[in-house]
């Protein structure tokens, strides 16, 4: 494989542009804490509460002079639309993309409270801090900046600021493109989330995972209906029994492993980075030399299923007519067909699948303008870094937004100090996010902002 496909930047080519947003800078650290003092909680199922954090949001673009519009899906679900003008408005604009809700935290566990936003060992603390608040508040504070000092980005903006989020978008991303796609017509390009962070490799390389694929979605209720009758009977038609059977056999099935065109070219980029061959005729193994990110990149390399919930009866001696269990699925890109049917051959013909929410794979090219845009801002700001495409095992609004046509990244520039367990901040205890990181973020943005 090429040991370079990626170019090198040309130093005689284009002039950088100086760094001119230090008040950007400044200011992104105020708007995190702020944002992760508001309790925007998602807890499934509908329950949520994204209004005043949507509201700061707004404020924020408003104090500007950005017009915000706030749309809502359900009372407290809201979600915040605005679009900024470009240097050049005869071309598309690029939807810049970031969600308001979190998920729950457990205080008793945190170091510090999960909505305190407060500041320790050189970080922001709180639930959010990475997922995705940070790039809320490097988002306003970079375009705040480009209206207050005059310097347009390339292109129009479409910035949103997204409800629910964390419950597949079904209220805030996924809902505004089902119920105002004119909100991003003719956007043809977006970056959002878990893409653009930073792995440090040694003294002289810092791998930027660049998200260009994600799994699809597939959150299924089973139901099993048997006889219902008194505990003390014999009984051979029992849905608990049944339920358990093929939530069982589910659990321990193993998908078959498939190589995509996006972790063809990770792993290839990742083994010339560490200097070793990874042999992706002997995938199993290859999983296994990959250390600490092997339960993240190893989830990349097929379909899953995790049984995550069950619920059957009331009381010990009756006999429920009806088991329920909920599982998370996540098929491949191009996999979808063939993961349906492997499932239902699992479960077999008694088990009655629904879906809770099943939404499509998602994967583009690492190439083009945007992502030498992508590239060149990230190496003007650190100079050993070398972007990389990956696949998200996990799903983003990017499901929702491709629907549109709209080609999705996860670009949400981050350098991580290189002993923080990143993935691990996601949904974690103790999520922060370094002060630093984020001042990194808003200078990447910048640049890329007046590149794409
Ligand atoms: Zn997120």
Redesign the pocket.
């Known amino acids: 494989m090429p040991s370079e496909p990626f170019p090198t930047p040309d130093p005689t080519g284009p002039l950088r542009l100086p760094v001119t947003a230090p008040d950007a800078e400044r200011e992104v650290v105020e708007l995190c804490r702020d944002l992760l003092r508001f309790e925007s909680v998602n807890r499934g199922g509908g329950e949520g509460h994204e209004r005043p954090a949507a509201e700061y949001v707004a404020a924020k673009l408003a104090e500007v002079g950005i017009e915000p519009t706030l749309l809502e899906s359900q009372p407290g679900r809201t979600s915040v639309i605005a679009r900024i003008a470009g240097a050049d408005p005869s071309r598309p604009p690029l939807l810049v993309h970031s969600?308001l809700d979190v998920v729950p935290a457990d205080a008793s566990q945190w170091r510090v409270g999960p909505f305190s936003g407060e500041e320790l060992d050189g970080a922001l603390w709180g639930r959010g801090a990475v997922?995705?608040k940070d790039m809320v508040a490097m988002t306003l504070a970079v375009v705040r900046d480009l209206v207050r000092t005059g310097r347009p980005p390339a292109r129009d903006l479409v910035v949103a600021f997204l409800a629910d989020?964390?419950a597949g978008g079904v209220l805030g991303a996924r809902w505004l493109v089902d119920n105002h796609p004119g909100l991003f017509a003719e956007c043809t390009e977006a970056i959002g989330?878990?893409g653009g962070f930073s792995y440090t490799v040694s003294d002289d390389l810092r791998l930027y995972l660049i998200e260009t694929a994600e799994k699809g979605l597939a959150w299924m209720k089973l139901t099993a209906t048997g006889r219902a009758g008194h505990g003390s009977m014999i009984s051979d038609d029992n849905a608990v029994t049944a339920l358990c059977e093929a939530v069982a056999r589910l659990g321990r099935h193993e998908f078959p492993l498939v190589l995509t065109p996006t972790v063809r070219v990770f792993l290839g980029e990742l083994g010339d980075a560490l200097g070793t061959e990874f042999d992706l005729d002997d995938l199993a193994s290859t999983v296994t030399k990959l250390g600490p990110v092997a339960r993240m990149i190893g989830a990349t390399l097929r379909n899953t299923v995790n049984p995550t919930q069950l619920a059957a009866g009331e009381k010990v001696n009756v006999i429920p007519g009806e088991a329920v269990a909920y599982v998370d699925g996540r098929f491949l890109p191009g996999q979808e067909e063939e993961f349906l049917r492997q499932l239902d051959e699992i479960l077999g013909p008694d088990i009655r699948r629904e879906w809770v929410v099943h939404d499509g794979a998602v994967e583009t090219g690492f190439d083009g303008a945007l992502v030498d845009a992508m590239a060149s801002s990230l190496r003007a700001e650190d100079p050993i870094a070398r972007p990389v495409p990956y696949m998200l095992s996990g799903g983003?609004d990017a499901k929702s937004f491709s629907r549109l046509g709209i080609r999705c990244f996860g670009f949400s520039p981050l350098l991580l100090p290189a002993d923080l367990d990143f993935s691990g901040m996601?949904h974690g205890v103790d999520e922060r996010v370094p002060i630093e990181a984020l001042r990194f973020g808003v200078r990447v943005l910048d640049r890329f902002l007046h590149a794409c």
Do not use: A, I, L, R
Request: aromatic residues 12%.
């Open positions: 969600h997922d995705m989020e964390e989330e878990v983003t996601f």
